[in-house]
């Protein structure tokens, strides 16, 4: 199977929220065909309501993902990861890409498992992909070509924004962008909270507090401002905001986000290490 983007077919072995939100965007930006996609998933009430909405090819089990597909994402939970790549290894080729989408699932790990036979890249994904505004950090060896990378970097790209870091990095891009929006859906939690406690109505707290957070990440993004300095143009003398974040300071906001942050990347070099 020598590379060519024209044929080249996508495997997923899982089809959860993740692998869902990938293949709908793909086909959104017209990638590839749907019949170029192939996928399997043991719930297969949920690969029956994928192959509905989406025209892709579902198949009857990991084996015939790897004979079908050569970029191949397993979008499966770190758990089964060995169970998977014991059924699969003997079926690789040199020309086959895996593509790791877990919490610490290495490529040295999936390298070992497959005997070093395939090419092999790590990457993470966040939740947001499903609104095509995911962050995905990616990682690739170095058995991939320019052409497979780049083919690689648009299929990511369809659905949120991409950053190439190393490999020893991605237990910390997993804490700071692969668990964090959790820390940001409780953030608004807490502000529509406080909002309903002042008389506001739930639905309003809530859309009030996303779209602040949705703005500020815009603003930020956009205008290339150090955080600080935008927090400072909301700071007038004497007036409400700097009454908050003094607030805010003395209750340790700062050290309780980055202790969240070094804790989630604890876990994250844990997990890496029990499957080294």
Do not use: W
């Not at 065909?33 to 399997?40: L, V």
């Not at 497959?114 to 966040?126: D, E, H, L």
């Not at 309003?204 to 500020?216: D, E, K, P």
């Not at 050290?255 to 942050?261: E, N, P, Q, T």
Request: with cysteine; hydrophobic share 45%.
């Amino acid at each position: 199977m020598s590379f060519d983007i024209s044929k080249q077919s996508i495997g997923f072995i899982g089809t959860g929220n993740i692998a869902s939100a990938m293949i709908h965007a793909i086909l959104k930006r017209k990638l590839i065909e749907p019949e170029q996609i192939f996928a399997f998933d043991t719930d297969k009430s949920k690969m029956s309501e994928l192959k509905a909405k989406t025209g892709i090819t579902v198949l009857g089990d990991n084996r015939c993902v790897v004979e079908k597909a050569t970029m191949i994402f397993l979008t499966i939970k770190p758990n089964i990861y060995v169970a998977v790549l014991d059924e699969i290894s003997h079926l690789l080729s040199k020309d086959h890409i895996l593509i790791s989408v877990a919490a610490g699932i290495t490529t040295e790990f999936i390298k070992d498992k497959t005997q070093s036979i395939c090419k092999v890249v790590r990457t993470m994904p966040n939740i947001a992909c499903l609104v095509e505004e995911g962050m995905t950090a990616i990682s690739t060896n170095h058995g991939l070509g320019e052409k497979e990378i780049n083919h690689l970097k648009s299929i990511l790209t369809a659905f949120g924004k991409i950053e190439e870091v190393n490999e020893e990095l991605m237990d910390f891009v997993t804490a700071i962008s692969g668990s964090s929006p959790a820390f940001i859906f409780m953030l608004i939690e807490a502000m529509a909270d406080s909002g309903v406690m002042m008389g506001i109505t739930r639905n309003q707290a809530y859309r009030f507090a996303a779209q602040t957070i949705l703005g500020s990440a815009k603003l930020l993004m956009d205008s290339g401002k150090h955080p600080g300095e935008l927090k400072d143009m909301v700071c007038t003398p004497k007036g409400t905001t700097i009454h908050g974040i003094y607030s805010l300071e003395l209750n340790g906001f700062r050290g309780m986000i980055m202790d969240a942050i070094s804790a989630t990347a604890m876990r994250a070099l844990e997990i890496s290490n029990e499957n080294s």
